[in-house]
C-alpha cells in the first residue's frame, strides 16, 4: 500500500513520481495500492481492512501516518518504507525516519540530510525521460529577437514564480511560458497583477500533459525556475533532455542536476535573475549551454532505470515480511 494525503490527481513532482513507481511495481506483479488519507483514523482503518505486507508513506503524508508506524510494524507485521521527496518539519518526521525499515530519498543531497544510517536508506532519483522530445519549432526572422522563456511549476513562493515574472518584465526581449497550477489566493494574485504590467509576454498555459508540455519543451529557448528549494528538480532534469540552457537558483540540488549547462542566481533575488535572463538573450552562450545541456542529460537517470531500484527494494521488503511472520 502506498499512503499519500491530498489531491493525488494534482501534477506535482512527488504524485508524479508515485505514479511511476505505482506502475512499475504493478507492471512487475507486485500490486501497490494508492491510498489517498483523509486522516489517522482513516488511514488506520484502511490498513486494518487491508492488512499490506509493505506499507509506503509519502512525505506528504507523514503527519498523517507517522502515528501508524510503530502499530504497523508490530500488530500487522508490515514492513515500512518513506519515501522523502523534500525536506520537511512536519509533525512525526524525526520519529518515522527512525522507526521506518527502508527511507527513500530522491537526492543524494537530500539523502545527506536526513540523518538515516546507509543500511536503512536507498537514493532513487525520478527520471530525466517523463516527456516525450519533440521536433524543435523553426524560427522565422522575426523570432529572432524574442527569448522564449519556460518556466514549470506549480505557482508559489518557494518557486519564485513571482520573481520570475517581475525578472522578465525588466528584458523587453523576454516571452515567458508559464505551465503549471496558479493555485488560488493571495500568492495567485501577486502574479497575476505583476503579469497584467506586461501583458501579452506572458503566456499562463495551467497544468498540461505529457505531450503539451513537450511542444512547451520544444518551442522554448531557455528554462527558468528561480526556486529556493527542492528536493530533486524533476523539471531541470527534463529541460536537459530537451536540450535547454537552463537558470536555476544556486542550491545544492539543483547545482547537482545542472552543472555546466546553466546559470546559477540567488534565490529570492530580483537582480541576478534580470542579469541571467539578458545572458541568455546571447545566442553562442545559449548554444554552448544546450549542448553542455544534452551531455548532462545522457548521465542523468532515467525513468525505467529508477523504477528497477524501487521494485526491488519493495519485493526485498515484501520477502522480509513473509519471512518475518
Given at each position: 500500500m502506498l499512503l499519500v494525503s491530498g489531491d493525488f490527481a494534482r501534477r506535482t513532482g512527488g504524485n508524479l513520481y508515485d505514479r511511476h513507481m505505482e506502475h512499475a511495481c504493478r507492471s512487475a506483479g507486485v500490486p501497490l495500492r494508492i491510498i489517498s488519507a483523509r486522516s489517522t483514523a482513516h488511514a488506520?482503518?484502511?490498513?486494518?481492512?487491508?492488512?499490506?505486507?509493505v506499507i509506503v508513506i509519502d512525505s506528504i503524508a507523514i503527519p498523517v501516518a507517522a502515528p501508524l508506524a510503530h502499530w504497523a510494524q508490530t500488530e500487522l507485521g508490515a514492513r515500512v518504507i518513506v519515501i522523502m521527496h523534500m525536506p520537511t518539519n512536519a509533525r512525526g518526521t524525526r520519529a518515522l525516519l527512525r522507526a521506518a525499515d527502508k527511507v527513500v530519498a530522491v537526492s543524494l543531497s537530500l539523502a545527506r540530510t536526513l540523518g538515516v544510517p546507509r543500511s536503512r536508506l536507498t537514493t532513487i532519483p525520478p527520471g530525466r525521460d517523463g516527456v516525450p522530445r519533440a521536433a524543435r519549432r523553426a524560427r522565422g526572422r522575426r523570432d529572432d529577437a524574442v527569448l522564449r522563456v519556460l518556466s514549470v511549476a506549480n505557482w508559489s513562493s518557494s518557486k519564485g514564480t513571482a520573481t520570475l515574472v517581475a525578472a522578465a518584465a525588466r528584458v523587453p526581449e523576454v516571452r515567458l511560458d508559464l505551465v503549471g497550477d496558479s493555485g488560488a489566493g493571495?500568492?495567485?494574485?501577486?502574479?497575476?497583477?505583476?503579469i497584467s504590467g506586461i501583458g501579452a509576454r506572458v503566456v499562463i498555459h495551467g497544468a498540461l500533459g505529457a505531450a503539451a508540455l513537450s511542444r512547451r519543451y520544444a518551442e522554448a529557448d531557455v528554462f527558468a525556475l528561480p526556486t529556493e528549494r527542492e528536493g530533486y528538480g524533476t523539471v531541470f532534469a527534463e529541460a536537459l533532455e530537451h536540450g535547454?540552457?537552463?537558470?536555476?537558483s544556486n542550491i545544492a540540488p539543483v547545482r547537482a542536476i545542472v552543472g555546466d549547462a546553466g546559470l546559477f542566481v540567488p534565490p529570492r533575488r530580483l537582480r541576478p535573475?534580470?542579469?541571467?535572463?539578458?545572458?541568455?538573450?546571447?545566442t553562442w552562450l545559449r548554444r554552448r549551454l544546450?549542448?553542455?545541456?544534452?551531455?548532462?542529460?545522457?548521465a542523468l537517470p532515467s525513468w525505467a532505470g529508477s523504477q528497477r531500484v524501487f521494485v526491488a527494494l519493495v519485493t526485498h521488503e515484501m520477502r522480509a515480511a513473509i519471512a518475518s511472520r
Open positions: 488506520r482503518s484502511e490498513l486494518a481492512r487491508l492488512r499490506p505486507r493571495a500568492y495567485r494574485a501577486e502574479v497575476l497583477a505583476r535547454l540552457p537552463v537558470i536555476g535573475l534580470v542579469i541571467a535572463l539578458r545572458l541568455m538573450s546571447d544546450a549542448r553542455n545541456a544534452r551531455n548532462r542529460a545522457r
